[in-house]
């Protein structure tokens, strides 16, 4: 009897931790905005656009996002969503691009110059440089006030493709910001997680030999010790549900592969630690 109920537990279990890896492939995948690309007067502008069925996605996104120990949340308030993307918008980019409310649930921005490291990624042409760069906008935009935080801002999901490389000025810019930090997370836990989120895309979309030379530019570039003890403790292999999220993020790498790679970057980070 206890042997068939343990049986029970696992197949319980198994049917639990596929429905939350269908979860999580969907939630990645299905996106709450539209975007538009439109020319006026010159000038390039992204018109982002709420969908009409974008609030049940947000609300099994957060749940996901819970029980993952993601530490985020998708902003669900169409009204709250663009105040946010306005300000952040604005706090990072100055006056430099304009950004404004469009119509009941869209908002509009100029197209900042360059290209995404995630397209340099699908491109091959990423480059430690590019990283650098990256590092260098993200540790700025981490030494911005923020009133909703009560502390420096944080971006909660800074991978690949919210990353704007500009060649010609070989400078980085942050873009789309439609999730936050969870409230009450110190600054130091925000940032590192903001460190994390980056390294993650990298680890699954690069080749082996590129791994390491790519983290290492985006660390050494950032230079906050403090910060990269507090990343330390998170570049482990993942247990229980929080697999599931690591697994969308790390484009579905293999375990051992995983592993194996973060074990480079830990060794790496404990040698920067200790000098």
């Not at 996002?65 to 990072?92: A, H, K, Q, T």
Request: proline share 5%; hydrophobic share 45%.
């Amino acid at each position: 009897m206890a042997f068939r109920t343990d049986l029970c537990v696992l197949e319980c279990a198994d049917r639990m931790s596929r429905l939350l890896s269908t979860t999580g492939i969907l939630i990645d995948r299905i996106r709450i905005n539209e975007l538009t690309r439109e020319v006026h007067a010159g000038r390039a502008l992204w018109i982002k656009r709420r969908t009409a069925g974008a609030r049940p996605i947000i609300h099994a996104a957060n749940g996901f996002f819970r029980l993952v120990g993601n530490p985020v949340v998708v902003l669900g308030g169409v009204d709250e969503w663009r105040n946010w993307e306005i300000d952040c918008f604005r706090r990072l980019h100055g006056e430099s691009f304009a950004i404004f409310a469009q119509g009941a649930k869209a908002i509009c921005a100029e197209e900042v110059p360059g290209l995404s490291l995630s397209q340099h990624l699908k491109a091959g042409t990423l480059a430690p440089p590019m990283l650098a760069a990256a590092a260098c906008e993200l540790r700025r935009a981490h030494q911005c006030p923020c009133e909703a935080f009560g502390g420096p801002w944080s971006h909660g999901d800074p991978h690949a493709g919210n990353f704007i490389y500009d060649a010609a000025q070989d400078r980085a810019r942050l873009i789309d910001f439609e999730v936050r930090h969870r409230p009450g997370l110190a600054a130091e836990e925000r940032h590192a997680d903001d460190l994390l989120v980056l390294l993650q895309d990298l680890v699954g979309r690069v080749p082996r030999a590129a791994w390491l030379p790519l983290a290492r530019a985006f660390l050494e570039a950032y230079a906050r010790p403090e910060i990269l003890a507090c990343l330390r403790p998170r570049l482990v292999g993942p247990r229980g549900l929080a697999r599931l999220w690591w697994a969308v993020r790390t484009t579905y790498l293999t375990p051992g592969e995983l592993s194996a790679r973060i074990g480079e970057l830990r060794a790496w980070v404990d040698g920067r630690l200790s000098d």
